[in-house]
C-alpha cells in the first residue's frame, strides 16, 4: 500500500507560479512511476506530467509543456511539480498518483490539492 500527501495548491494570479509537492510513504519509492493529474469543475480528470521510477523519461501534456517542470528526490520520497507562467485554465484539483514500474496503471492517489489561477 502507498499513501500519497499532497500540498502546496493556493490562490495565485495569472503569470504567477506554484510548487506542489507529494510525499510518498509505505513503499520503496524508487520502485514507482509518479504522476500528475487534474480535474477540474465539469471536466474529466486529465493528466498533466509523469516521471518514471529513475528520474528519466518524463512526460507532459500539451497543455503544460514549457511550463511545468517534473521532478522527484528520492532522499525525501517526494515528487515535486513545478508550475510557472500560470494560467486561469490551469485552475483545478491537481491530484498525485503512483504505480508500481512497469505497470501501466495508476493504482495510487492523493486527496488533491486545489490550484486557483485567477485572471
Known amino acids: 500500500q502507498v499513501q500519497l500527501v499532497e500540498s502546496g495548491g493556493g490562490l495565485v494570479q495569472a503569470g504567477g507560479s506554484l510548487r506542489l509537492a507529494c510525499a510518498a510513504s509505505g513503499r520503496t519509492f524508487d520502485s514507482l512511476d509518479m504522476g500528475w493529474f487534474r480535474q477540474a469543475p465539469g471536466k474529466e480528470r486529465e493528466f498533466v506530467a509523469a516521471?518514471?521510477?529513475?528520474?528519466?523519461?518524463?512526460y507532459f501534456s500539451d497543455s503544460v509543456k514549457g511550463r511545468f517542470t517534473i521532478s522527484r528526490v528520492s532522499t525525501k520520497n517526494t515528487v515535486y511539480l513545478q508550475m510557472n507562467s500560470l494560467k486561469p485554465e490551469d485552475t483545478a484539483v491537481y491530484y498525485c498518483?503512483?504505480?508500481?514500474?512497469?505497470?501501466?496503471?495508476?493504482?495510487?492517489w492523493g486527496q488533491g490539492t486545489q490550484v486557483t489561477v485567477s485572471s
Open positions: 498518483a503512483a504505480r508500481p514500474r512497469l505497470q501501466t496503471i495508476y493504482d495510487y
Open positions: 516521471i518514471s521510477w529513475s528520474g528519466r523519461p518524463t
